[in-house]
Each structure stands twice: as structure tokens, then as C-alpha cells.
């Protein structure tokens, strides 16, 4: 599991650790074990560390004395080193007597900065770290926005993202590797953030840190997290999931869901909707019933709303009623949102709803009767949303996008490592929704079946794409499924 924390929380256990050791000492952990990284870079890039050109963007803070006092272990290995100093009247005095004495160049005008940046075979972006504050300015945005041939080592986080949420306010440097200090940060695994990010090291610089504000499951977690049957097993033992889903409009919406919780773990897949016999003849394993989720028959958990068309309204209304788990999707969403939380008030089960940021947008205008935000700046704000949203409804909540976000009422936030951009495509939501319930069937807390289910998606959605990659359809992305359920299983 990755564990991530806002600057707050780093900065009080750094506070707390600093004051019971030397000065200066955390730096040099951070700045040892970038030096380290760097070392092995160069050495996969160029046979060697000695005679390589390295270009140390410093900034003003100890973000740029990081970097500083790495460029200069890097010098000390015979590495021809320029710091470029972009406040040089507020540069950490320490790190640039590093690199003076360990016979480091020292640049301050831009021009020369940005050649040598443009020629560099490693670059360490020191410009700010978990100081930064707002978009980069003038001065940094131009490295931003240059060419460059080497690679990009970003200290602690890429300048310009945002610590906390992974916003980046203007431009921002797009590193190669990102070396993190302490703890993940949350910007470092949300996007745009993230994508800014590349490779993300963890350097132990020994800070004692509470529980995480943000983390990210792994192989090992979701592969502990997945229902698997024993001896004792039966289908109703390993969970039955109804699907309340598709329309006349939209019956592939149905067959897509259907093919989602077939996969996911449970024991059976109920299906109740006008799209039963597209259903059965393309997965005759699915039991059927006629009529809307009341008095369908034992059911472990329900997942409504994908292409629920004119009858979502209704079928919400039957699912929400029951004592089961529920998992809200598309037109369900839709319908909530002009219910309010008010709909979800009287449940005793989970509810999980899984909107993309359209859908988020009705919810809470839903909740606070204004109107709706807009969908980019809800994308921007991932976390934010989908936390609020959480907050909203009482309900788990999983907010699509490039990068899912994983919402427990109760505060917990998860983000999904995994996913690709080709599964922007029609119906991968319904085979998400399926997937999701069937795993919230089996048994699974909300927050768990919703992170494992995107977990596996994205994986899927990977594997059926391929590399370097090419469009899929949702099918596809469902019939991935039992291979990446194998892989996570094998570790
Ligand atoms: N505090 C500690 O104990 C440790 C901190 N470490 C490093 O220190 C960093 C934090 O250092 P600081 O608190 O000095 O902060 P930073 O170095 O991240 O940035 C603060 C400086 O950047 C300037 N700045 C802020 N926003 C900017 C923007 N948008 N464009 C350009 N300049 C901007 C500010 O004026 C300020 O001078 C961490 O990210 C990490 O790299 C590590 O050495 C480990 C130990
Ligand atoms: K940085």
C-alpha cells in the first residue's frame, strides 16, 4: 500500500524528528538517497556517472538545497555539474557551497540556464517542493515549456503540482523519475498531478508519520482482498449480485454490467430489466427475473442505473429500499441526483455510488440545491470532490477519471494506481458497475470492492489494450478480466 500525507502532517514529523537530531540531517538523508537514484540513472543511461552533465534547477527553499547538496555527491563522482540558481539572493547557502567546493558551475542567467538545461543528461528539479504555492513563476515556467534531452529527476514532487491534490495551477516541470521524501505525497498519485510525476521513489528520510490521508492499493493488498472460494462454498455463500440495468434504448448497457459481475467474485449474477433475453442469450449462466428489484428473489447486493433509461427512477427506488448493499451508476445517478441525499437517508446498508465528474456535478447540486459545478474544475479537484461528495451522501463514493478516486463517508481515501486512458470508451463504466457489485456481493466493504473493482479494471483495460497500446471496447475490457485476476493473484 502507498501511504500518502498532506504537507501539514509532513511537515509537523518533520518538525518533531528534526528537533531530535543535528542539524541539517534530514537533508542529507533526502538529499543522499537522490543522489543514489541519480547515480543509478546515469549509470543505466550512460555506462557511468563520471563525465555526465547535470543541470541542478535550484530553487528558493530546501527543495533546492536537496538538490543542491545532490548535485554535489554527483560532482564528487566526476560529473560536470551547473546549478542554475533561479532566486539567487535566496539560494540554501549550504547546498551552493556544496557544489562550489565539490567544483560545481553556478549559473544565474536564464539564457545560459536554459541551454544547459536543454543539453543535460540528467536534470534535478529543485525549484520547490511541498513550499510551492500557486502556478510556477516567470522564471521557472520557461524550463516548463523547454526542450530537453535528458532526463527530468523531480526532488520530492514535480514543481508546480500541487502537494496536496495534484492540481497544477499553470505549468509545471514533467519529470521521468520523481524521488519523494518521507511519504508519498497526494499529488504525486492524483492526476494531473501524477502524470507529471513519472516513476515515484520513496526515499526513508525516518519521520514517524500518523495514518495516511491518501493511499493507493498494490498488488499484494488487492490480491489479499479478493473473494476466493473454499469447500464450504455455494452460490448464495459466495454472493448473488442483481443487476438492475439497460432499457429498450440502451440493452447493451445490460449485457456490459452483466459481463462486469460475472467476473467479479460473486456466485451468481440476477438479472431483473427489459433486456433479459439479450442478456441470457449472450450469458446463459444469468438467472433472470421478470420486474423491478422488489421481490426479485435473495440478492447480496444490487447494482443499478447503467443505461436504466426511463426506469431508473423506479428501480432506484425498489434497490434503496432493500437491507443489501447498493451500487448507484449512470442514469441511477442521475435520478439520485435530483432526489438528493435525502434518498439515501433511511438505508442500513452501504451505499456506493459511481459517478464521473458529469454525474458528480448533478449530485451536488443535488445536495446544496445550486447549480451545477463544472466538470473540468471537478476534475481538477478530484479529491476535493469526491471527499464532498462522500460527505454528501453518507455514501462510498468512486469518481471516475484518469484518475479514480475512492471516497469512504467516514473519511478514508483511496486512489487507483492503475487504468489507462483508452478506457474512455462506451460501456467500460457499465463492466466497472458490474464488477464493483459483484464484489460488494462477495462480501466486500464498500470502500474495498470499489478501489479492488477499479483496481482490476484499469488492469484490464491495460492488458486489452496492449502495448504501446490501441483502442478496446468495453467486451473486451470484461473478458480481460479473469487474466489480470489471475495476475494479481500470482503477484
Ligand atoms: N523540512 C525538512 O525537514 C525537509 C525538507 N526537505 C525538502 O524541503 C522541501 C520544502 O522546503 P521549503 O519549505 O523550503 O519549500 P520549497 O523549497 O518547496 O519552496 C519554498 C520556496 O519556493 C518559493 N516558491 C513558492 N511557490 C513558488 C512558485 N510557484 N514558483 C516559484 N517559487 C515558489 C517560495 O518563495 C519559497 O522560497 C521539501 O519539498 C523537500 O524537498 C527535505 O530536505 C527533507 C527534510
Ligand atoms: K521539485
Given at each position: 500500500m502507498r501511504h500518502a500525507h498532506r504537507v501539514e502532517?509532513?511537515?509537523?514529523?518533520?518538525?518533531?524528528?528534526?528537533?531530535?537530531?543535528?542539524?541539517?540531517?534530514?537533508?542529507?538523508r533526502a538529499a543522499a538517497g537522490l543522489a543514489a537514484t541519480c547515480a543509478r540513472l546515469l549509470t543505466g543511461r550512460r555506462g557511468r556517472v563520471?563525465?555526465?552533465r547535470v543541470v541542478v534547477l535550484?530553487?528558493?527553499g530546501d527543495n533546492g538545497g536537496d538538490a543542491l547538496y545532490a548535485g554535489a555527491a554527483l560532482a564528487r563522482r566526476g560529473a560536470r555539474v551547473t546549478a542554475v540558481l533561479l532566486a539567487p539572493e535566496r539560494v540554501h547557502a549550504g547546498g551552493l557551497a556544496a557544489v562550489r567546493s565539490a567544483r560545481g558551475r553556478v549559473v544565474v542567467e536564464r539564457e545560459t540556464g536554459l541551454a544547459e538545461f536543454s543539453r543535460a543528461d540528467l536534470v534535478l528539479d529543485g525549484i520547490v517542493g511541498i513550499g510551492g504555492r500557486g502556478g510556477l513563476r516567470a522564471g521557472a515556467r520557461s524550463y516548463a515549456e523547454a526542450a530537453r534531452r535528458g532526463v527530468v529527476v523531480a526532488v520530492d514532487l514535480p514543481s508546480g503540482v500541487d502537494a496536496?491534490?495534484?492540481?497544477?495551477?499553470?505549468?509545471?516541470?514533467r519529470a521521468d523519475v520523481t524521488v519523494c521524501f518521507g511519504t508519498y505525497k497526494p499529488g504525486l498519485l492524483v492526476d494531473p498531478g501524477a502524470s507529471y510525476a513519472g516513476a515515484?521513489?520513496?526515499?526513508?528520510?525516518?519521520?514517524?508519520?500518523?495514518p495516511p490521508d491518501v493511499t493507493a492499493l498494490q498488488h499484494a493488498d488487492v490480491a489479499a482482498l479478493l473473494p476466493v472460494p473454499d469447500v464450504e462454498s455455494d452460490k448464495y455463500r459466495r454472493g448473488v449480485v442483481g443487476v438492475a440495468a439497460g432499457s429498450a434504448t440502451y440493452p447493451g448497457a445490460a449485457v456490459l454490467a452483466v459481463a462486469g459481475a460475472l467476473r467479479g467474485g460473486a456466485g451468481a449474477v440476477r438479472y431483473v430489466g427489459t433486456a433479459a433475453e439479450e442478456v441470457?442469450?449472450?450469458f446463459p449462466e444469468t438467472l433472470v427475473t421478470e420486474g423491478g428489484p422488489h421481490g426479485a428473489g435473495r440478492v447480496q447486493a444490487w447494482v443499478v442505473g447503467p443505461g436504466g433509461?426511463?426506469?431508473?427512477?423506479?428501480?432506484?427506488?425498489?434497490?434503496l429500499a432493500s437491507d443489501v448493499p447498493v451500487l448507484v451508476d449512470a442514469d441511477g445517478l442521475t435520478e439520485l441526483g435530483r432526489l438528493g441525499p435525502g434518498a439515501l437517508a433511511g438505508r442500513t446498508a452501504p451505499t456506493l455510488l459511481t459517478p464521473h465528474t458529469g454525474e458528480a456535478a448533478r449530485l451536488l447540486a443535488g445536495a446544496d440545491g445550486t447549480a451545477p459545478p463544472a466538470a473540468a474544475d471537478l476534475a481538477a479537484a478530484r479529491l476535493a470532490t469526491a471527499r464532498r461528495l462522500a460527505a454528501a451522501y453518507r455514501a462510498t463514493v468512486l469518481l471516475k477519471g484518469s484518475t479514480t478516486v475512492i471516497a469512504d463517508p467516514g473519511g478514508a481515501v483511496r486512489v487507483n494506481p492503475t487504468g489507462t486512458s483508452w478506457l474512455a470508451t462506451a460501456g467500460s463504466g457499465d463492466v466497472l458497475a458490474g464488477l464493483a457489485g459483484s464484489l460488494l456481493a462477495a462480501g466486500l466493504p464498500a470502500l474495498d470492492a470499489a478501489s479492488v473493482a477499479a483496481y482490476l479494471h484499469?488492469?484490464?483495460?491495460?492488458?486489452?489494450?496492449?502495448?504501446?497500446?490501441?483502442?478496446?471496447?468495453?467486451?473486451w475490457v470484461a473478458e480481460a478480466l479473469p487474466v489480470v485476476w489471475r495476475g494479481v493473484r500470482e503477484g
Open positions: 502532517i509532513v511537515r509537523a514529523s518533520e518538525a518533531e524528528l528534526m528537533a531530535r537530531l543535528p542539524e541539517g540531517t534530514l537533508m542529507q563520471y563525465g555526465s535550484a530553487g528558493s496536496d491534490t495534484g492540481e497544477v495551477p499553470g505549468a509545471a516541470l515515484v521513489q520513496l526515499v526513508g528520510i525516518g519521520l514517524e508519520l500518523p441470457v442469450r449472450r433509461g426511463e426506469g431508473a427512477r423506479q428501480t432506484l427506488a425498489e434497490a484499469g488492469l484490464a483495460g491495460r492488458h486489452a489494450a496492449g502495448e504501446p497500446g490501441a483502442p478496446v471496447t468495453a467486451s
